[in-house]
Each structure stands twice: as structure tokens, then as C-alpha cells.
């Protein structure tokens, strides 16, 4: 199976700064990689899918970017509202694979 | 809006059974696939099933292939998840997951709020 690896575990980061999380995916999966946040007690929320497409009514602080093995989801400027967990994962094989998560925590 | 809501969890003893249900609203569900991803307490997101939009194809994660079984009812608008022979680590939130294209191996574009399974003895 492809094996997922989120970088780095916690981020811990002020209201306002840039947030880089990367996802590196054992062998390529071409661009069909999503990203999802999730926070305590709720169910994921797709943010990004094909590396780079944000979902429906996601603010422009959000980019994904990669293809191949690498990935990187970039929020530009901090809000309160983005402090959470989030995930990438992988629909290039079966089975589908996510990554272990990296903690965006506040400062 | 779209609307995915499970039932069915609760406490079985190791070796038991539990059938999960999805009950979704707001699309089409007889023109997508379905998934279930599960989230053991403290610990990261695992997909579990894929159901094809009619119910002619299925895929399981290694963990579960054999003792777990998704269906789908599209007249009933309802998707199922058969958890036989469980065990303490398949203790988990589940969560049903709407496919987001017409793409077999998908993202999941909505998801409901998870139902609990604790097998315990």
C-alpha cells in the first residue's frame, strides 16, 4: 500500500503566520492527493483534492500544491478558525491511504 | 445540503456483531460510490470500504477483508456497513463518506458525524 508521510507531527504557530505542512506518499501518486481538516469531536472536511483544487467556499488562504510524491498545504496567514488537525490522502491506489496527521497548534 | 447520518453503533463483545447504517440527503445517492473511514479514539483516519455507485464492485482495507461487508440499498437510500468477528481494535468512530466524483478510487467530499463502535468485553 502507499504509505503517506505528514511533516512535521505539530506545528505551533501564531495568529497571522504561514503555515507549511508537507506530505510525502511512498511511490507517486500522480496529483490525486486531497487534504482535510478536522477539529475535536468533528468529522473531517474536504479542503483540497487533486493536489491543488480547493473545495467548494474554501478561503483563498488555503493552497495545496505537488505532484508525484510531494505535497505541500500552505495557509497564508493564520486564522483562529484554523487551528486543527489536518490530513492528507492518497486516491491514486487501493487501498486509500491517509496520512498520520500534523497538528496545527496555537503559540 | 448534503446530509450523510450513521446509526447502529454501541458496545459488542470481541467475536460479535454490529451492522452500521448511513441514511443520506441532499444528492443523488444511486449515481455514487460510498465509503466508510473509521478513527480509533486518539489516533488518525482509516478508509475502510468502498461501495461502487450500483453496488457491483466493493474494496476493503487488508484490516477488515473478510469479516466486514458494505451494501447498499439505492431504493431505501440507505448504505450498510456488516462488522462480523470484532475485535478491540476495531473499536472506532465510523464515519460514512460521500465519493466525491465519478471516479471509483475517490476523496470524500462530505462526510457524516460518525457513529461509535467499542468492542469490549
Known amino acids: 500500500e502507499i504509505v503517506l508521510t505528514q511533516s512535521p507531527a505539530t506545528l505551533s504557530l501564531s495568529p497571522g503566520e504561514r503555515a507549511t505542512l508537507s506530505c510525502r506518499a511512498s511511490?507517486?501518486?500522480?496529483?490525486?492527493l486531497a487534504w482535510y481538516q478536522q477539529k475535536p469531536g468533528q468529522a473531517p472536511r474536504l479542503l483540497i483534492y487533486?493536489?491543488?483544487n480547493r473545495a467548494t467556499g474554501l478561503p483563498a488562504r488555503f493552497s495545496g500544491s505537488g505532484s508525484g510524491t510531494d505535497f505541500s498545504l500552505i495557509i497564508s496567514s493564520l486564522e483562529p478558525e484554523d487551528f486543527a488537525v489536518y490530513y492528507c490522502q492518497q486516491r491514486s491506489k487501493w487501498p486509500l491511504t491517509f496520512g498520520g496527521g500534523t497538528k496545527v497548534e496555537i503559540k | 445540503q448534503v446530509q450523510l447520518v450513521e446509526s447502529g453503533g454501541g458496545v459488542v463483545q470481541p467475536g460479535g456483531s454490529l451492522r452500521l447504517s448511513c441514511a443520506p440527503s441532499?444528492?443523488?445517492?444511486?449515481?455514487?460510490?460510498m465509503h466508510w473511514v473509521r478513527q480509533a479514539p486518539g489516533k488518525g483516519l482509516e478508509w475502510v470500504a468502498f461501495i461502487r455507485f450500483d453496488g457491483t464492485a466493493q474494496y476493503y482495507a487488508d484490516s477488515v477483508k473478510g469479516r466486514f461487508t458494505i451494501s447498499r440499498d439505492n431504493s431505501k437510500n440507505t448504505l450498510y456497513l456488516q462488522m462480523n468477528s470484532l475485535r478491540p481494535e476495531d473499536t472506532a468512530v465510523y464515519f460514512c463518506?460521500?465519493?466525491?466524483?465519478?471516479?471509483?478510487?475517490?476523496?470524500?467530499?462530505?462526510w457524516g458525524q460518525g457513529t461509535l463502535v467499542t468492542v469490549s468485553s
Open positions: 463518506a460521500k465519493n466525491r466524483g465519478r471516479a471509483e478510487a475517490g476523496d470524500f467530499d462530505y
Open positions: 487533486d493536489a491543488s
Open positions: 441532499g444528492f443523488t445517492f444511486s449515481t455514487f460510490g
Open positions: 511511490e507517486s501518486v500522480n496529483r490525486y
